[in-house]
Every structure is written in C-alpha cells, then in structure tokens.
C-alpha cells in the first residue's frame, strides 16, 4: 500500500500535470510544416530521431542539469545559458515558449542553433545516437507527411 502511494507520488513529480507526449508521425508533421526537412542539409529524420532521444516527444520536457549549470527546455531540449531567457539568449526569447506543443517557436530557435559552425552537432544526443545511424529511415515509417 505505502509503496504504491510513494510510487504515485513520484510520478505526479515527474510528469507536469497536463503534460502531453507527442506522437512520432504527429512530431514528424510539426517538424515538416515548419521547414525543417533538409534544412540546413539535415533529413527529417535527423530531427524526429533528436526530439525523441532529447525529450522523448514531450514538448514540456525541462530537465535541469545543476552539474553543468543548465536547464534544457522542450522538445529538443534547448539550452537556457546560451539560447534563451537570461543567458546568452541567442534565440531571443524565453525558455518557456519553447514548451508550447505548437513547435512554432521551438522550430524557429532550432533554425538559429543549427545555423551555427556545429550544426545538428549542437546536440550531443545527435551526435551520439542518430549521426551514423544506418536506421534512420524508421523515424518516419508509416507517418504520412
């Protein structure tokens, strides 16, 4: 019983209430609509394989990551030090527009991060996870753009 009490406790903490995971094809839509399809030279499914291992669809994701002294925010995780609110701000907005499920303003901020000399390589996740990856492909499988 105590058990069960704790366990829904914690997931209350977890997950924002009203909290909304997006769907992978409803994720891959978004991302289309707003231009990101070979922006920059980067498939699509480049994006829809970043937004999953970064948020895991979850347009309200923040995580905080106190060791390195920042807050990620949103679907792709955006840095608060560099590119929003208080710190460098180089998408010049706040970190709490990019947790809209619209993607509008996350996909604008997105545009300037991979503009950058890095490019997707902004994020290590990309780096790590979907770079070389030979299943690219998948990301999009039965998603009807």
Known sequence: MKASVVLSLIGCLVVPSGA??????TVAKKLHRGGLNYFEGYSLENWVCLAYFES????????ENAREGYTGFGLFQIRNSDW??????????????LLNPNLKKTIECVKTIVKGKEGMGAWPTWSRFCQYSDTLARWLDGCKL
């Open 20 to 25: 909304r995971i997006l769907g992978r094809c």
């Open 56 to 63: 895991k669809f979850n347009p309200a994701a923040v995580y």
């Open 84 to 97: 929003c609110d208080h710190g460098k701000n180089r998408c010049g907005m706040e970190c709490s527009t």
